[in-house]
Structures are given as structure tokens and as C-alpha cells.
């Protein structure tokens, strides 16, 4: 999906073999390391050819090939997730400026004085629909709550799993605008024909959405997601109260970020598992009780940088600028 996102940006994009080390298994290592082999000599021709001034790293092992291959070249790494990963812990080492999306961060790296907080850079057109042009885009109505609820750009199954049971209590008194990702939209058909026809009306499900995506967090009173690192920046931007479900099987990066939101108030952690317990009277609390999601709401904007993507883009100018004298 991000591959497709940079070609329709009309980026100029070029891949290089990368894989994984970590966690994987004792027979998958060898050819691992090997593509990583391969992608450190398709680097190199890489940066021989495009002579860069600065690298800019995000993470991931995809990351690691190149920062080898350019060691010598000034870089700035980003860190999206409040806690670092394995990869990005290792490229920090060789990156003279991180940037970070909140000060809680900082602590993952003592020793670097590079440290800088940027804020979670978040895509333009977000802020471009206002409530009226939202709920028309999506054909909903103007005089119901509207829950959101998805779990990334791939989806989420056990978020979906646990809302279909949930849907006809809950659709009694909201609407929910529901982004189920691929992988769930046969099951999302079955569960969408079986429901009565009041409560198709209500129930809006889309594999995913991209330019909509601003119009679906703005139609939001509230949001049940999990909590990967675009909740850091997208739902303080919009000041969207709350329910994050970490994934439960990607290390703790998920958990990190649903505890740093929910300890200022923004935001309520709900476990994996007891989601299909909790999802009705949880989502039903919330939303009869206007004034804690007012409380939440202005806890998450507190949050925001708003110029998040300009402030990474002036270390890494300010970098390239320092080392061109």
C-alpha cells in the first residue's frame, strides 16, 4: 500500500532487497542475512547515483541496508512510536540528529544530543473538511453520534470480530463509520447483509479510505482503533477522544503509545482480549457522556504539533546546509 501512495505522489521510488533478523527463525536467518547482503551493494549503487546530502531514516529493517551503505553521509532518523524498536535503537547509533514525536521518548537515548521533538508529521488534506461536507461525503447523519472504528491501513480482525456482535446494540443509538481493511471485507459483506434495514442505514463500511480518511475522523465524536504511531499525531491534530486496542503481537510498541495517551487523559487501553466484553458498555459510556469526551478531546489536543513535518524538514535542511561548508 505505501509503495502504491508514493507512486500516486509521483515520488520517485527505488527498492532494495532488506529482511528481517530479529525474531525470526534459526532456518529463515541465513537467507535473511543474505538479502541484506544484497541490499547493501544495491545501496551503494543507490546513494553513487543519487549522491545525496542527507539520509532520512523512519526505521525498519528495509532502513538498515542503506544506513550501512552511507555511513558517511549525515542523517536524521525519526522515531514514529514513542518507544524505538530494535532497528531504529541500532540505526540510532549512527545518526547525527533524532527527531522524535514526544518528549517521552527521549529517554530511549541518554547518550545522543541530537535528540529533537518534532511531533508526528500528519498528511495534508486532513483538516480540509468541516463536520457538514464529512457526513455528506459518507452518507451520514447530521443528528447522530458516529463511532470510527478501524485498525490501520490493513484492518484489524479482532477489533472486527469483536464489533459484529456488538452491532445491532450499538446501532441502536449511533452510526459507525467502519474501515475494516481487505483481509475482513467478505466476512464485513456477510455480517452487512444479515443486519435489519434500520441498521444498514447506519452502518458504513469500507475496505479503506484514503482521500475520505480526513472526512472520517472529522464526522467522529469517537474513535475505537488500535494504537499504532499515526494515533500519536493524526488524533491530537483532530482532537479525537479515544479507545485504543494495542496489538497484541508486535512487542510493545502499541502498548507504549496507549499508555503515553491514555496517562494525559486523552485517550481509554483496552487488552486485545477483553475487547468483546467491554466494546458495548464501554462505547455506550462514552458517547451518553458528552462532557468526559469534552475532557478527553481537549486532553488529546494539547498534544498537537501541528507543524510537525516543517520542523523535520528544517533538520534535515539545517543538517545538509552544516555539512555543505
Same mark, same amino acid.
Given at each position: ?27 529463515? *536467518? ?46 536524521? *532518523? ?12 541500532? /540505526? ?45 461525503? /459518507? ?19 479482532? @477489533? ?48 479503506? /479510505?484514503?482521500? %475520505? ?63 468483546? %466484553?467491554?466494546?458495548?458498555? /464501554? ?19 494539547? *498534544?498537537?504539533?501541528?507543524?510537525? +513535518?516543517?520542523? @523535520? ?7 545538509? %546546509?552544516?555539512? +555543505?561548508?
Amino acid at each position: 500500500m505505501e509503495a502504491d501512495l508514493v507512486a500516486q505522489a509521483g515520488v520517485l521510488f527505488e527498492t532494495i532487497p532488506a529482511a528481517g533478523v530479529h525474531g525470526v527463525g534459526l532456518r529463515t *536467518l541465513p537467507g535473511n542475512l543474505l538479502r541484506l547482503g544484497r541490499g547493501f551493494f544495491a545501496a551503494r549503487k543507490v546513494l553513487r547515483r543519487f549522491r545525496p546530502d542527507v539520509m532520512f531514516f523512519t526505521g525498519g529493517y528495509v532502513a538498515m541496508p542503506m544506513a550501512l551503505a552511507g555511513l558517511r553521509i549525515p542523517s536524521v *532518523l525519526y522515531v514514529p512510536d514513542i518507544e524505538p524498536g530494535l532497528a531504529l535503537k541500532t /540505526l540510532a547509533r549512527f545518526a547525527d540528529r533524532i527527531a522524535v514525536t514526544a518528549d517521552d521518548s527521549r529517554r530511549f537515548f541518554p547518550r545522543h544530543r541530537g535528540v529533537i521533538v518534532t511531533g508526528y508529521p500528519t498528511r495534508q488534506g486532513l483538516l480540509s473538511w468541516d463536520r457538514r461536507q464529512a457526513q455528506e461525503a /459518507l452518507n451520514l447523519h447530521a443528528d447522530l453520534p458516529t463511532l470510527l472504528v478501524f485498525g490501520g491501513s490493513k484492518g484489524a480482525r479482532s @477489533i472486527n470480530r469483536a464489533l459484529f456482535p456488538a452491532l445491532s446494540e450499538l446501532l441502536a443509538e449511533m452510526q459507525i463509520v467502519h474501515i475494516t481493511g481487505e483481509l475482513n471485507w467478505p466476512e464485513v459483506e456477510q455480517v452487512h447483509q444479515e443486519l435489519a434495514s434500520e441498521q444498514i442505514e447506519r452502518y458504513h463500511p469500507y475496505p479503506y /479510505l484514503h482521500a %475520505e480518511m480526513g472526512a472520517a475522523f472529522k464526522a467522529a465524536d469517537l474513535v475505537l482503533s488500535r494504537a499504532g504511531a499515526s494515533s500519536l499525531g493524526e488524533f491530537p491534530l483532530l482532537g479525537l477522544p479515544s479507545i485504543l486496542v494495542p496489538y497484541p503481537y508486535a512487542w510493545r510498541y502499541q502498548k507504549v503509545n496507549a499508555e503515553y495517551l491514555a496517562r494525559h487523559g486523552a485517550a481509554i487501553m483496552v487488552q486485545d482480549a477483553e475487547l468483546p %466484553e467491554k466494546i458495548v458498555q /464501554l462505547v455506550r459510556d462514552l458517547m451518553q457522556d458528552k462532557k468526559r469526551r469534552a475532557k478527553m478531546r481537549a486532553a488529546m489536543q494539547t *498534544l498537537n504539533k501541528p507543524d510537525a +513535518a516543517a520542523s @523535520i524538514g528544517r533538520v534535515l535542511v539545517g543538517l545538509a %546546509e552544516a555539512n +555543505a561548508v
